[in-house]
């Protein structure tokens, strides 16, 4: 940041040497407290400004060399002659210092602004990483549980095979149930006929015997009779 700051004014100090040798039309009175403005060109002339303060700015009108004096125009639009010794093309030490000073405070002012920034920037880095941080754990967790779905989809599919798998052998349990009473019910009504049957031969058989029975008696002999 120090090393910005250093080229930051390197720059404003360069561009403001090229900006003071581009207006060479305006002159600056020297470092002395104060300089007369003269209506003429000469100590004899009337003076017009008692006292011109040092870094004042000045539009040069006429330059005199010859002579020594300058005619020169103030920031009030009043005109006059000061002598040229007075006169500088760049301004003084101490409006250089000024400037260079408030150049540097909206540097400053530049840099606590980019610092402002800079941890703003940071303060949203952070809160982006703890967010990303949040939903990377959300995603995992949601991996985790979609794992386990599908294990207990796996488990339930199986259980349901297993169970259409025991409903078919019931079925098939069922209808041989229904098959083996169907048969010991018709066992059962034939032997139950047999049985009826064998009854009603029996009792037949016995009116059989009841009748020719009495024809197989023996008959006594008058022999015997006679005795």
């Known amino acids: ?19 003071s040798l581009a207006i060479s039309s305006e002159r600056y009175i020297t470092d002395e407290l104060h300089v007369p403005m003269r209506s003429g060109q000469g100590n004899e002339f009337r003076i017009l400004h008692r006292g011109l303060p040092s870094g004042t700015k000045l539009t040069l009108l006429q330059d005199s060399p010859d002579t020594g004096w300058a005619q020169v125009r103030t920031p009030g639009g009043e005109e006059g002659w000061v002598r040229r010794q007075y006169l500088e093309s760049e301004p003084v030490a101490k409006i250089k210092l000024a400037q260079a000073e408030q150049r540097l405070q909206h540097i400053e002012s530049m840099q606590g602004d980019l610092g402002g920034e800079v941890r703003r920037l940071e303060e949203d880095n952070t809160k982006l990483t703890t967010a990303l941080k949040i939903e990377q754990e959300r995603a995992q967790a949601l991996a985790k549980e979609l794992k386990e779905l599908k ?76 005795n």
């Open 1 to 19: 940041m120090k090393k910005l700051i250093s080229t930051l004014t390197a720059s404003v100090l360069a561009l403001a040497a090229s900006h």
């Open 151 to 226: 294990a207990l989809s796996a488990d339930a599919v199986a259980l349901n095979q297993r169970h259409q798998k025991l409903l078919n052998q019931h079925e098939l349990l069922k209808q041989k149930q229904s098959m083996s009473q169907a048969e010991i019910q018709r066992l059962s009504s034939s032997e139950s006929q047999k049985w009826y049957m064998y009854g009603a031969i029996s009792v037949l058989l016995g009116a059989i015997l009841a009748m020719v029975a009495p024809h197989f008696k023996p008959r006594k002999r008058n022999s015997e009779w006679a």
